[in-house]
């Protein structure tokens, strides 16, 4: 395959996906509010253009199933038929097996697919559904009102469309249909056939105008490449500052001293454009949730209404890449835990169709995501009986526990409050997942919940994993990063200040018990120096805040992320290193993590 078809094809499939992802908080949305019309335009454009384009690139399994998912949806559509539950079921198949089509071509594999028995399985649905008189559900009358006119655009050649027919919808649709009704799918790969109108379905010409593809590599080069320039930067600024000190009246340092301020001007906003760049709506994971939260719902005998918040609130792409995986954990576990079946929540006099609610927003260099249910909430007093059924947790350590550490316990590997696990839940892992994959982003989550009330999960991930602002202190002769986000203040205090409570020892600020924990203790360190004063740096956690010690501060940096390879970040408590200004590497402080080991009753609270 030519260089120029590679790149032909690797846009095809990006633009696939995306309809794909389209496609599926469509057909929900679609289930919810009955017969729509512009809503049924909307998949057909994105199933039609996905077909022409596959024909066009002989990708024949691909435009046979969108051909035959094409045939019912043109006739629910034109009101032809009702839809269903059963007819939806069975597109959404389709759905599927085009995405496994789409990765067969986006991995060079061959579509060895058996796509026959869907073929036959969609041609059936269409004649069940025609066989059951094709009364259209929800908005009857306006699609019975429109099907006329589209029956007539479908069977007429193109010159007669102008001729007095009513067009009571977009251009493009009636386009769409006569494709669908006339070309056989055996002849949908001839370029002419389908290549002008996918293109005219195309969502927006000024689109391309006014935006790029690009591919991430090569934005991930000019990521690293920023990287390495913040770092010079850093260095420079550290020398000028030396010289400075030195030859601070000699108009050549002077000079220079300006030309490195500006550097510096220009290597921020650099730095701002090319995370900018990186920047993606959190929609492009959110889309896929209504479709996972339908079918698991539909699954488990449940009626669940999904609301998202935020969706274009936009993080970068790395955390985009990660967050999937423990929301579908998160909600897995509210549909299979948390929402009642409709009869018992008739019984408890709420409503019987629960509802899970997303809400995303931007706080400061935090990206905030709630995920809340109206179920049963988390049974505290189970909990820490399986706790200590599993041996977590004795029985006076679960009596001495306070509720909100107690649910915590969720979080630990293996731990379930299932008795009999299903093919959903109740392995004990999904919520080790969520805490795990969490932590990796450099994020943390917390929960709160409520008997008969329902169930908040909390997730704080930093707004880029690249480049942070970062607090370097020194602790045990070595210097540290601690992220500048999680930094609520900075006290210098003598050593009598510091309070010893139930051996633990804390700290009193503003009327307020903070615990006071030595950061070179929590790194395995050994003991702190001796000193007349401690500097404490209050974390805040989440709600929880606590003082770590350290020997001395050193200022603020601006630090790029760097692996650790073959370090365990996790139980060193750090998430990378960096180089500093000085040229000294630098490891970088995982608050989350030793929050999340804090020990006993003097967890962060």
Not at 57 to 62: A, R, S
Not at 269 to 276: I, Y
Not at 489 to 494: A, D, G, Q
Not at 546 to 573: M, N, Q, R, T, Y
């Amino acid at each position: 395959m030519s260089d120029e078809m590679q790149e032909i094809v690797a846009d095809f499939v990006t633009e696939a996906e995306e309809s794909l992802d389209r496609i599926d908080p469509l057909f929900v949305e679609l289930e919810a509010r009955g017969h729509d019309r512009e809503i049924l335009n909307d998949i057909f454009r994105c199933v039609h253009t996905l077909k022409g384009a596959a024909g066009f690139l002989g990708f024949q399994p691909v435009v046979d199933v969108s051909h035959a998912s094409e045939n019912i949806m043109k006739k629910l559509r034109d009101g032809e038929i009702g839809l269903s539950k059963p007819l939806v079921d069975v597109i959404l198949k389709s759905v599927d097996m085009l995405r496994i089509l789409i990765a067969r071509v986006k991995h060079r594999e061959d579509m060895s697919e058996n796509i026959s028995p869907l073929i036959a399985e969609l041609a059936e649905a269409l004649a069940d559904a025609e066989g059951n008189g094709g009364k259209p559900s929800g908005a009857a009358p306006a699609g019975s009102a429109h099907a006329p006119a589209m029956e007539t655009a479908s069977r007429t050649p193109a010159p007669g469309n102008g001729s007095g027919v009513p067009a009571p919808v977009p251009a493009s649709a009636p386009a769409a249909a006569k494709a669908a009704t006339h070309v056989p799918a055996s002849q949908a790969s001839a370029p002419a056939a389908h290549a002008p109108e996918g293109d005219r379905n195309l969502p927006g010409k000024k689109d391309s105008v006014q935006n790029l593809r690009v591919d991430i590599a090569r934005i991930d080069k000019v990521m690293d490449l920023t990287g390495e320039v913040v770092l010079a930067r850093n260095r420079l600024l550290t020398l000028v500052s030396a010289i400075g000190l030195q030859y601070g009246d000699d108009p050549v340092v002077e000079n220079l001293s300006e030309t490195v301020s500006f550097l510096d001007l220009v290597t921020s906003d650099m730095q701002l454009s090319v995370m900018k760049m990186r920047m993606q709506a959190l929609q492009k994971v959110f889309g896929k949730f209504p479709r996972i939260v339908r079918d698991i719902a539909s699954s488990r005998g449940k009626d669940v209404e999904l609301k998202i918040h935020g969706e274009d609130t936009e993080v970068d792409r790395s955390v985009i890449e990660h967050i999937g995986d423990p929301m579908v954990h998160i909600l897995r576990n509210a549909i299979d835990h948390g929402i009642e079946k409709p009869e018992a929540r008739t019984a408890r006099g709420k409503p019987a169709q629960g509802v899970i609610s997303i809400d995303a927003c931007q706080k400061g260099n935090q990206i905030v995501i709630e995920v809340s249910d109206d179920g049963r909430g988390i049974d505290v007093v189970r909990v820490r009986k399986k706790a200590m059924e599993k041996g977590l947790v004795t029985a006076e350590e679960a009596e001495r526990m306070s509720d909100d550490a107690a649910v915590n316990l969720i979080f630990q590997p293996g731990f379930t409050t299932m008795d009999v696990a299903t093919e959903l839940s109740g392995r004990g892992v999904g919520m080790d997942v969520v805490r795990t994959s969490i932590a990796k982003l450099g994020g943390f989550v917390d929960i709160r919940t409520r008997k008969d009330a329902g169930t908040t999960f909390q997730i704080n991930i930093p707004l880029t994993l690249a480049i942070i602002q970062s607090l370097m202190v020194r602790a045990a002769g070595g210097r540290y990063a601690v992220p500048l986000t999680l930094v609520e203040e900075i006290l210098r205090v003598t050593p009598s200040e510091i309070a010893m409570v139930a051996g633990q020892k804390v700290l009193v600020i503003r009327d307020k018990v903070h615990p006071y924990f030595e950061l070179s203790e929590r790194i395995g360190k050994g003991q702190p120096e001796e000193s007349p004063y401690r500097y404490a740096v209050v974390v805040a956690v989440g709600d929880r805040r606590f003082c770590l010690g350290v020997d001395g501060l050193i200022g603020e940096e601006d630090v790029v992320i760097k692996p650790i390879d073959g370090l365990e970040v996790d139980s060193a408590h750090m998430i990378g290193a960096t180089i500093t200004g000085d040229g000294k590497v630098v490891l970088i402080l995982d608050v989350a993590s030793i929050s999340r080991n804090l020990p006993g009753p003097g967890r962060a609270s």
